[in-house]
């Protein structure tokens, strides 16, 4: 289950997951419609601000998707994170014969900010 998991961030502030998603392109729909499963039952928990998923605009070799969530607090995320519906949705994703997933993922505070002025 490392693959999927989500380290525990042990911070009592906001932080941001950014995670990275790559698939072949002819199961980029198919991922779409699974990745919306995982980011309901995560919408749901305590903490949850909102989650966001990017995909280029331009189609290559492999479909790659940016997913971005926004937490209240690491620890909100944290115990989130613990969720058996949630990490059972997780290894569905990960285990699915028609996806060939891979990911990367971590989570970060924001340490600098700039808006439009």
């Avoid at 290559?60 to 944290?78: P, T």
Wanted: hydrophobic share 40%; proline share 6%; charged share 25%.
């Amino acid at each position: 289950m490392s693959q999927y998991s989500v380290s525990e961030t042990g911070v009592d502030g906001p932080v941001t997951v950014i995670k990275s998603y790559t698939v072949p392109p002819a199961e980029a729909d198919y991922f779409v419609e699974a990745y919306h499963e995982n980011a309901r039952i995560m919408s749901t928990q305590p903490g949850f601000i909102r989650s966001r998923l990017h995909r280029p605009l331009t189609d290559a070799a492999e479909a790659r998707f940016i997913h971005v969530a926004e937490w209240e607090s690491g620890l909100a995320l944290d115990k989130a994170a613990g969720n058996p519906e949630w990490r059972a949705s997780l290894r569905r994703l990960f285990d699915d014969p028609g996806l060939h997933l891979t990911s990367e993922s971590a989570s970060y505070r924001v340490v600098a900010e700039r808006r439009a002025s």
